[in-house]
């Protein structure tokens, strides 16, 4: 599968802690973490909804999963910002794009900046969730039925493919149609607490351009745990928006 991508330049940035609305706060860990918005003609509510994202994608990130490493005085960014705060497993535990990196250190608060480009992908993703409000809120009830198992002894061939999707898989039953269906009774998970689901942030949404397919599809990337007897692993599930119900599209079987 190729994704479409938007790719934006890097935008360098200045930070004035006098002249910048610090008014712009979110809850971390029991501590008021603040935002600084380099974009400026983004609206109150745009930048409330930005704060209640990070908020939220911050409140899967336990504090020793973050590493605050202060600028060296020949760092190019040490007059703009005082330190950089890391995530190592972006992609993991938060989005890959979750736009916070550098921040300023004021009145003991941090402040992370959100430089143009995570303010204009942010701006995109609030658009276009927007615009999906009603194909979003039927996503959880998909999820619930992958969290608590499927009976696959008791659906039709149909049926199972409502819940999964691939278009290297359509093929596949042109070719072999009994060997697709049991290819998706062995995928599909049968047991109770098989994942768990972290709450998409609005960053996990986008449109999906799939090989040997001419449409475009409202996608999920989903950060997910699988339980399993041993150690649990964490991973990404992508999840498609197509004929009107939400698909899990694995890579492959």
């Excluded at 890959?96 to 300023?104: A, L």
């Excluded at 493919?161 to 998706?184: C, G, H, R, V």
């Excluded at 699988?226 to 990404?236: K, L």
């Amino acid at each position: 599968m190729k994704r479409l991508m938007m790719l934006v330049s890097l935008t360098s940035f200045y930070v004035n802690a006098q002249t910048n609305d610090l008014s712009w706060t979110f809850q971390w860990d029991g501590q008021s973490q603040g935002v600084i918005f380099l974009q400026t003609n983004l609206t109150s509510v745009v930048k409330r909804s930005i704060c209640d994202d990070i908020e939220h994608v911050m409140s899967q990130v336990t504090v020793s999963n973050i590493e605050f490493t202060v600028l060296a005085t020949n760092h190019p960014h040490h007059s703009e910002a005082d330190g950089i705060a890391a995530i190592p497993d972006k992609g993991h535990i938060c989005p890959s794009n979750f736009p916070i990196d550098y921040y300023r250190l004021i009145n003991g608060t941090h402040f992370f900046i959100l430089n143009n480009e995570g303010c204009s992908n942010y701006l995109d993703a609030i658009t276009l969730t927007n615009q999906y409000a009603s194909q979003i809120a039927a996503l959880p009830s998909v999820l619930y039925r992958f969290t608590n198992g499927f009976d696959v002894s008791s659906m039709t061939f149909e049926q199972k493919k409502m819940f999964i999707w691939n278009p290297s898989l359509d093929m596949s039953l042109q070719d072999d149609a009994q060997k697709y269906e049991t290819e998706l009774s062995t995928a599909l998970p049968k047991g109770t607490n098989w994942v768990t689901f972290v709450r998409p942030s609005i960053l996990a949404y986008g449109l999906e351009k799939l090989d040997n397919d001419n449409g475009v599809f409202l996608r999920c990337e989903i950060l997910t745990r699988v339980n399993r007897a041993t150690t649990p692993i964490s991973t990404v599930l992508l999840f498609v928006y197509k004929d009107g119900t939400w698909r899990w599209c694995p890579n492959i079987f």
